[in-house]
């Protein structure tokens, strides 16, 4: 303590006690800003990464955006270079747009996050979920697509559910859909018996922990109960009753109203195509004014009754397109 | 007194020069660094357009609003373009805005249809003036009810920073 003292005093004396506050300032203010600086670029680095992940996720879902013109369904795993926490979002139809959906990659424990992902001409239908590595290899995603058919293909849905997670089919199976799923071999989808750490979806009965009703008899119209929620679907090929097994609600819905949405643009198009058939000698007896008050009516309500009047509206185009003496689509 | 005040006021200077020296030297390299880094997000940003152009090109030629139907091929969708569908999006501006936000969010720029052989008519699906473009080509059938021609179906991107 002395000798601090006296040192003390030297320094006082010899006039460097301004030098050392100065460089105590500056020497603090530097470390400050190093420290700042360096933080800010990792958090930036990592939703650099981030971003960058969900739009190269993006670009790999393409394909399955168009390979519904091709097939009747398509199965593909998706590989993701890091473990990562999908979370899946839809924007609702504003006006008259097309709506969105939104995919955001954060860490596992959802401090590093990426910008959100807009995606405007996909419609994907997931849960949020965590895609984590398996015995040391890379997560991966198991991505199905089919066609939406109402009643020409209006878009191809794309279903997405980690690799871990496994689903098995029970009970009263359309034939159409097993053959289809049984030819695809997809590992984490059991079509046969069930593990006890399957999620049981069931078929005409309500002993699994998803349910499928059918309204018709041949699952072309009906609903699927999980948890608490029920989701309507319809369709000749079963694409939307897929869509509500491996979706969230929300996810669900928002994306059906802008199936429905852009069923109203198309309209438009195939409207054109009648009118230049039409000029060209060639008639049709389709009209879509129908099936669009349906599909305006879903976007409004979805529910057993909006659900089967879209269903039927679609089936009434299909018959009138099909007794035409030129085909719209 | 006053060589000492004198003195006070020389060690003040000095450390204003001392700390502007400082602070424009870490402003510069901060300048240095964040241009680097934009740099470097502008070619993340470019390549993942690009990758995604060229997925777009497939994407768009099988877009239901554009694809042949079965009223064409009679055995169902098949790899072609449908004229009317095409000239419906030609002609009217309201069908190519509604899909305007579709294209707007991948960075697409223009989507044309270009009949090459025999050469004739160019369709437009979308455009949109930008400076900085690349384009995409792939060359499929156009057909209408009773003929094909080939056409070159064009999908252009923005580049860099071109808005």
């Given amino acids: 303590m002395i000798l601090i003292k006296k040192n003390?005093?030297?320094?006082?004396?010899?006039?460097?006690?301004?030098?050392?506050?100065?460089?105590?300032?500056?020497?603090?203010?530097?470390?400050?800003?190093?420290?700042?600086?360096?933080?800010?670029?990792?958090?930036?680095?990592?939703?650099?990464?981030?971003?960058?992940?969900?739009?190269?996720?993006?670009?790999?879902?393409?394909?399955f955006s168009y390979l519904g013109a091709m097939g009747a369904v398509t199965a593909k795993p998706i590989e993701i270079p890091q473990e990562s926490f999908l979370m899946f979002e839809c924007e609702s139809v504003s006006s008259n747009g097309l709506g969105s959906d939104i995919i955001t990659l954060s860490s596992l424990n959802l401090q590093d996050q990426g910008l959100p992902k807009y995606i405007y001409d996909k419609y994907i239908f997931a849960e949020d979920?965590?895609?984590?590595?398996?015995?040391?290899?890379?997560?991966?995603?198991?991505?199905?697509?089919?066609?939406?058919?109402?009643?020409?293909?209006?878009?191809?849905?794309?279903?997405?559910?980690?690799?871990?997670?496994?689903?098995?089919?029970?009970?009263?199976?359309?034939?159409?859909?097993?053959?289809?799923?049984?030819?695809?071999?997809?590992?984490n989808l059991r079509l046969d018996s069930c593990e006890p750490e399957d999620i049981e979806v069931c078929f005409g009965s309500s002993r699994g922990d998803i349910n499928v009703e059918s309204y018709s008899g041949d699952f072309m119209i009906g609903s699927v109960r999980k948890n608490s929620d029920e989701l309507f679907f319809a369709g000749e090929n079963y694409a939307l009753m897929l869509a509500a097994?491996?979706?969230?609600?929300?996810?669900?819905?928002?994306?059906?109203?802008?199936?429905?949405?852009?069923?109203?643009?198309?309209?438009d198009i195939f409207n054109k195509k009648k009118q230049a058939l039409s000029e060209k000698g060639c008639s049709s007896f389709v009209n879509f004014e129908r099936l669009?008050?349906?599909?305006?009516?879903?976007?409004?309500?979805i529910n057993q009754d909006s659900i089967r009047e879209f269903y039927n509206a679609a089936e009434s185009v299909k018959s009138s397109n099909e007794n035409s003496e030129c085909h719209i689509f | 007194m006053k060589k000492i005040r004198k003195k006070g006021q020389f060690k003040i200077q000095e450390m204003a020069f001392?700390?502007?020296?400082?602070?424009?030297?870490?402003?510069?390299?901060?300048?240095?660094?964040?241009?680097?880094?934009?740099?470097?997000?502008?070619?993340?940003?470019?390549?993942?357009?690009?990758?995604?152009?060229?997925?777009?090109?497939?994407?768009?030629?099988?877009?239901?609003?554009?694809?042949?139907?079965?009223?064409?091929?009679?055995?169902?969708?098949s790899s072609c373009l449908d004229l009317d569908k095409v000239v419906a999006f030609h002609e009217n501006e309201n069908i190519r805005m509604n899909y305007k936000k579709m294209w707007r969010s991948s960075f697409v720029s223009k989507i044309a249809v270009q009949e090459v052989y025999p050469p004739g008519e160019t369709y437009w699906i979308y455009k949109e003036e930008v400076e900085n473009e690349r384009g995409y080509a792939g060359f499929i059938p156009l057909c209408s009810e009773d003929n094909c021609v080939i056409a070159r179906l064009l999908v252009s991107v923005k580049t860099g920073n071109s808005e």
Avoid: H
Wanted: with cysteine; glycine share 4%.
């Fill in chain 1, 245 to 267: 097994i491996f979706s969230s609600e929300e996810v669900y819905n928002c994306n059906l109203k802008r199936l429905a949405a852009r069923i109203d643009l198309e309209i």
């Fill in chain 1, 129 to 187: 979920f965590e895609a984590k590595k398996t015995d040391g290899k890379y997560p991966k995603l198991q991505t199905l697509s089919k066609p939406f058919l109402m009643p020409w293909r209006v878009a191809d849905l794309i279903f997405v559910y980690p690799n871990s997670k496994k689903y098995c089919f029970t009970g009263n199976i359309p034939s159409r859909l097993q053959e289809e799923l049984e030819f695809l071999e997809i590992t």
């Fill in chain 1, 8 to 63: 003390m005093k030297k320094i006082t004396k010899k006039g460097m006690q301004f030098s050392w506050i100065f460089a105590v300032i500056v020497g603090a203010i530097i470390l400050f800003l190093a420290f700042y600086f360096i933080g800010s670029q990792l958090s930036t680095s990592k939703l650099e990464e981030k971003t960058v992940e969900t739009n190269s996720l993006e670009i790999l879902f393409n394909p």
């Fill in chain 1, 292 to 301: 669009r008050q349906a599909a305006t009516d879903l976007r409004m309500r």
């Fill in chain 2, 18 to 77: 001392v700390l502007l020296a400082v602070v424009l030297l870490f402003g510069l390299v901060f300048l240095f660094f964040a241009r680097f880094q934009l740099g470097q997000v502008q070619d993340v940003a470019t390549k993942t357009r690009e990758e995604r152009a060229i997925t777009l090109v497939r994407a768009v030629a099988s877009m239901p609003e554009l694809r042949c139907s079965k009223s064409i091929t009679r055995i169902g969708e």
